[in-house]
């Protein structure tokens, strides 16, 4: 009798154990992903600002091609910020994707925060420190505690590099990024 290898046995198990859930229904307020992709992909949002586009890709860098995002332009005047959420091996881990800030500057954007560590959804609060709004962010994955909502704040220079480690609380805002407002990857 010819005894079968058990990592023969084992691969499929893998693969089915491997294979990723089904993402939940974005909510309504969620942006719609472009219908025709591009390298590097974005959102259309962030196709009609030339400028903001170009500091995205000069962020980017060498990873510009590989990397698929999506922004998102919120609030007037000295309040405005562009949220660019990044996609992709350069910007990813288990605890989620990099969450870029940026906001008007002479002639172009300035960034002001790459947040780690954070997932979607994530919302613009109706409160601010030091005239910028407050963002939350989704924290989950990377070995730590169950999914939870965290609150980002400009300090004057800067949005922190991570959330905070104390979930937010019943804190109003509104929804302006979500997984289905990602570009699917090209084919």
């Known amino acids: 009798m010819r005894l079968i290898p058990l990592a023969l ?8 154990a491997c294979t990723p859930a089904e993402e939940p229904e974005a909510p309504p307020s969620a942006a719609a992903a472009p219908n025709a992709p591009t390298t590097p992909l974005v959102s259309a949002a962030s196709e009609t600002d030339p400028a903001l586009v170009a500091k995205i890709t000069e962020i980017l860098g060498d ?5 698929r995002w999506v922004s998102v332009v919120d609030g007037e005047g000295d309040r405005r ?13 288990s605890g989620g994707c990099n969450l870029l800030i940026l906001r008007p500057a002479t002639g ?10 954070v997932s979607n959804p994530v ?30 704040s400009f300090d004057g220079r800067s949005y922190p590099r991570f959330p905070s480690d104390e ?21």
């Open 9 to 16: 046995l084992l691969a499929p198990l893998a693969l089915v």
């Open 108 to 117: 172009g954007w300035d960034q002001v925060g790459n947040v780690s560590r």
């Open 81 to 93: 910020l562009a949220l660019v959420y990044l996609v992709g091996m350069n910007w990813c881990g």
């Open 123 to 152: 919302r613009v609060l109706n409160t601010s420190t030091h005239g910028l709004p407050d963002i939350a962010v989704t924290v989950s994955g990377g070995g730590g505690p169950a999914p939870y909502e965290a609150k980002v």
């Open 63 to 67: 990873a510009a091609s590989d990397t």
């Open 167 to 187: 979930p937010l609380i019943d804190a109003p805002g509104r929804v302006v990024l979500t997984d289905a407002a990602i570009p699917p990857p090209a084919d």
